[in-house]
């Protein structure tokens, strides 16, 4: 494998299962690869959620000056800030009330328009998440057991069929699947593709010496942007192949 100085990783269904802590084996190696090389996080999730998610399971090891957060798709970026020892935002770009209410509404009439319906017995907790710069929609809750969530939607019918009657929403909003349950919406343009260039047009690193790990990477996936930027890519089935994939970058530095 090439020698990469920086990992970029999707989490949900890439580094865990969704929204899963890491676990303790995982945690180890995340941190063994920011002894080598800068480990970066992309994915829907806010700040608080990945930092319970990853970082706070990250091992001993870890150094977390190589460590970079790229919450909510890529709209915003954390940094460590090795003096004041704090996570704090580098950049953020945040919805408008109206822009939110618009998504809602439009998520809400592609719900009234489905084929299916979703009992409300099964929505564990809010469908509709605020998560500043996006809205993420849960069709079964954003805390619904990860086992419910994987078998609502498998093969992601039942949410093309909702993409299908949010294309008005499209003028102005990005609509990409995440997670198992998920509808992420974003301000157009701000997606994985965005994220990721706006990561190295910050930082000093260059995207031909980074590898992207994601576990959608397909049209409608929310990791296809990702490839966009011309970065090398991995696709993995899910936590146990990306293991293997983080030690073949650790065995490139051996
Ligand atoms: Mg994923």
Do not use: C
Not at 5 to 17: E, Y
């Amino acid at each position: 494998m090439k020698k990469y100085n920086t990992i970029i990783f999707d989490l949900d269904g890439t580094l865990a299962v969704t929204k899963s802590p890491l676990t303790d084996e995982m945690g180890q190696l995340v941190a063994q690869l920011t002894q080598k090389i800068n480990v970066v996080i992309i994915t829907g999730g806010r700040f608080e959620q990945i930092k319970k998610q990853v970082i706070d399971r990250l091992g001993e090891n870890v150094v977390r000056s190589n460590f970079y957060v790229l919450p909510t798709t890529g709209s915003s970026m954390v940094a460590y800030d090795s003096k004041t020892k704090e996570w704090n935002y580098v950049y953020r770009h945040e919805l408008t009330n109206e822009q939110k209410e618009r998504i809602i509404n439009g998520i809400k009439q592609a719900l009234e328009q489905a084929s299916f319906s979703i009992n409300p017995d099964d929505v564990f907790e809010n469908q509709f998440e605020d998560r500043g710069s996006q809205i993420t929609f849960s069709a079964l809750g954003q805390y619904q057991k990860p086992e419910i969530k994987i078998v609502w939607d498998p093969e992601q019918k039942k949410r093309q069929e909702l993409l299908s009657y949010m294309n008005h929403l499209e003028d102005e909003f990005a609509l990409n699947l995440g997670g198992s349950t998920s509808i992420d919406v974003t301000l157009k343009g701000i997606d994985k593709e965005y994220g990721i260039n706006e990561f190295y047009k910050t930082t000093a690193l260059q995207i031909k010496d980074g590898l992207f790990v994601g576990d959608k990477i397909f049209p409608g996936g929310n990791d296809y942007p990702a490839i966009k930027t011309g970065i090398d890519y991995r696709e993995t089935s899910g936590p146990e192949e990306t293991m293997e994939i983080i030690h073949e970058v650790l065995q490139s530095y051996d």
